[in-house]
């Protein structure tokens, strides 16, 4: 039990707000020394570990890419391209790509999207401008509502998509650990067909939620533009 305490290193570290690699590290550190692991054995899980998931560190290999993409206007190609599509408003864009994201996660290719890959370089820019072809300039408040939809809707169709695919993580646990502790038979293709009315409800619910968006924006900007006319006439009475 006394190797446990390895866990309230990491409730300790997360609770201080220290930095999450340096807790993860002393709590593996501190576990290893309470069940009595020499150093050679902890750096050696240390590698075990890493070397199991090194696909983690593929992010060292994108954001360098990505980053190149911004510099050389990535984000401006994609504002200039969804400025094109008049009728495309913030709400039915998040709604498409919300079903593009979903699609793609229940195929199994769940890599493709995600908020460093396309949602911060090409998804939260387009529909930012989208609501800007259609408001004017947004205020600071209204652009980070664009963009917190903007992860909403890869989030919530990775989260519901992958889950309709046979072969994801999740599936192959919840089956492997059923049939190991009740003896069951459980395929993964059962969970994977029963996984299908929970995306389409969170579709369309969320679906729901996306194009709501466009009305609610409206009425946000125009309750600013009234009270920003109203402070101008003030301003200039003053004047006055």
């Known amino acids: ?23 993860v590290g002393v709590a593996g550190i501190a576990t290893g020394l309470l069940a009595k692991l020499s150093p050679q054995e902890i750096l050696a899980a240390f590698g075990d570990g890493f070397a199991s998931s090194r696909s983690v560190t593929i ?42 994201r979903q699609l793609t996660a229940a195929l199994g290719l769940t890599s493709i999207g995600g908020p460093a890959q396309s949602v911060r370089p090409m998804v939260a820019p387009m529909a930012e401008g989208a609501a800007e072809r259609r408001h004017g300039p947004l205020p600071e408040r209204v652009r980070e509502r664009v963009r917190s939809y903007s992860a909403s809707a890869d989030t919530v169709g990775l989260f519901f998509g992958e889950d309709c695919f046979l072969a994801i993580g999740s599936i192959l646990l919840i089956t492997g650990f059923v ?8 395929e993964p293709l059962q969970l994977a067909l029963w996984a299908i009315p929970t995306a389409v409800c969170a579709f369309l619910i969320h679906g729901f939620r996306l194009l709501r968006l466009d009305r609610s924006l409206d ?18 009475e003053e004047a006055k």
Do not use: C, W
Not at 11 to 22: S, V
Not at 179 to 186: A, D, G, Q
């Open 179 to 186: 049939n190991t502790t009740y003896h069951t038979h459980l």
């Open 1 to 23: 039990m006394i190797v446990l305490l390895g866990v309230l290193v990491v409730i300790l570290g997360f609770a201080t707000r220290r930095n999450p690699l340096l807790v």
């Open 219 to 236: 009425h946000d900007l125009a309750a600013a533009g009234g009270r920003s006319a109203a402070k101008g006439s003030r301003t200039a």
């Open 59 to 100: 992010f060292v290999i994108t954001l360098p890419v990505i980053g190149l993409l911004e510099r050389n206007g990535l984000q401006e190609q994609a504002r200039t391209l969804i400025g094109r599509l008049g009728k495309l408003t913030t709400g039915r864009f998040l709604a498409l790509y919300l079903a593009l």
